[in-house]
């Protein structure tokens, strides 16, 4: 594939990724509650699964999707369940009575974490509406070759990563800076209400 085609894909995915929506939600409020390390099976979860809709796209593969509707649907509401859960934990997580430690509740395992994140991104709508309906405009996709693909999805990665990896840092920097009891509550409360907002977009999509 060529050098431009690839650069405009690149472009187009860093602006869409870069906004807000439900999945930028979830790992910020993910972050801001327990911390960078935590947030890793969530974020390699959110990478594979726009790898999925990537590869849905490029193979044609869109009408699989509307086939198997109620298997989507039930990950968007996987999803919906999970992150309304996971505010419900943070609102009302326990903040450690000694100023600046941070006792929040032990992490969920990896698996539950990295499940959350693919039923979060397969489930999103303006993940599918980007591979999907945008995609298609702005590449070729009936000209993609095996290689072509494979250069589309080491590019998405690197720009997903780039661009998540920013996200979580800035949310753990302001993490740090929370040193005593009461912005700790503070920091969960949020954390919780994000949570909620990302899970009641999703919903009503």
């Known amino acids: 594939m060529d050098v431009a085609s690839l650069l405009i894909f690149a472009g187009t995915l860093m602006v869409a990724a870069g906004s807000p929506g439900p999945s930028i939600a979830a790992l910020v409020a993910r972050v801001l509650s327990k911390g960078l390390a935590s947030v890793l099976p969530f974020l390699l979860a959110m990478w594979i699964g726009e790898a999925i809709w990537l590869a849905l796209a490029v193979f044609g593969l869109a009408f699989v999707a509307q086939s198997f509707h109620l298997v989507f649907l039930a990950l968007k509401w996987a999803g ?23 006792a929040l509740p032990e992490a969920e395992s990896p698996l539950r974490l990295f499940l959350a994140g693919l039923a979060v991104t397969l489930g999103n709508p303006k993940i599918m509406m980007f591979y999907l309906a945008l995609l298609p405009t702005i590449i070729d996709l009936a000209s993609v070759t095996l290689l072509g693909w494979a250069e589309l999805t080491v590019t998405m990665m690197l720009v997903l990563i780039a661009v998540d990896l920013a996200w979580a840092l800035a949310a753990s920097w302001a993490r740090r800076l929370l040193k005593n009891q009461r912005a700790l509550r503070a920091a969960n409360r949020l954390s919780a209400a994000t949570m909620a907002g990302a899970a009641a977009a999703i919903a009503t999509r």
Do not use: H, N
């Not at 919906?80 to 941070?102: D, E, H, I």
């Open 80 to 102: 919906v369940a999970y992150l309304a859960f996971l505010a419900w934990k943070m609102w009302t997580a326990p903040v450690g009575a000694v100023a600046g430690a941070s």
